[in-house]
């Protein structure tokens, strides 16, 4: 029985998220209410606050779901490219791009965090989590960058904070471009061309070096 009741409650909780994903993408997440979740969820607003504390805690949920599965994907990624880092590195940059666009649940959650959040009110402890979360990714960043360093993939010199700086601006400039105006690009279809030539750019850049740093 205790089992069922577990599993019954990581279905009400699944349901309670998706519904969430699904109302925050499409009205905005200041312009839902738990109430619009639980009516779109089928549940009742005391079965949300079994799970979630405030939409804040609902929200911060998501965000670190979507986080986790991307670990997951990097796991995989390093068993089919064992010993070749800068590979492992495409192959998730690819992902993430070509997901946006073909992914509805990934293009949901980059709607909502590019364009349908306000960090204001009682979204502004989220605003804090969410600055935790870039820059625990610029480090996750540079560990693959040391790496491809020492595999011999990227300069030795590679200043790798401002590197892992590049990356994350030009991969979320294109996502937050591509979902404001989808027809002026073909994201999918043009991801492997423009990671290619962001890792050309860590490879053969003089400005990201530490040579070019001393000699400034």
């Known amino acids: ?30 312009a839902t209410s738990l109430a619009d979740i639980a009516s779109a969820a089928g549940v009742t607003r005391g079965a949300i606050y ?16 979507s986080e986790s599965g991307l670990e997951n994907l990097e796991q995989e990624y390093r068993l089919k ?6 590979s492992v590195l495409r192959a998730m940059l690819i992902y993430v791009l070509k997901a946006t666009a073909c992914d509805p649940h990934r293009r949901s959650l980059s709607e909502i965090i590019f364009h349908k959040c306000e960090f204001v009110g009682e979204m502004k402890t989220l605003q804090l989590m969410q600055q935790n979360l870039y820059l625990e990714c610029y480090e996750k960043i540079e560990d693959v960058l040391h790496e491809c360093v020492a595999a011999g993939q990227l300069p030795s010199g590679l200043i790798t ?12 400039g294109l996502m937050e471009n591509w979902l404001f105006m989808p027809e002026s690009f073909n994201l999918a279809q043009e991801a492997p061309q423009l990671v290619s030539t962001l890792i050309e750019t860590l490879q053969h850049s003089s400005v990201l070096s530490q040579s070019a740093l001393e000699f400034s």
């Open 1 to 30: 029985m205790a089992r069922k009741t577990k599993e019954q409650a990581l279905v009400t909780k699944k349901q309670i998220i998706d519904a969430a994903i699904a109302r925050f993408s499409e009205f905005g997440v200041s």
């Open 81 to 86: 490219y064992p010993a070749d880092p800068l």
């Open 161 to 172: 904070r401002q590197a892992a700086i590049i990356i994350r601006a030009y991969m979320t």
């Open 50 to 65: 079994w799970h979630f504390k405030n939409k804040t805690d609902l929200l911060n949920e998501i965000l670190a779901q």
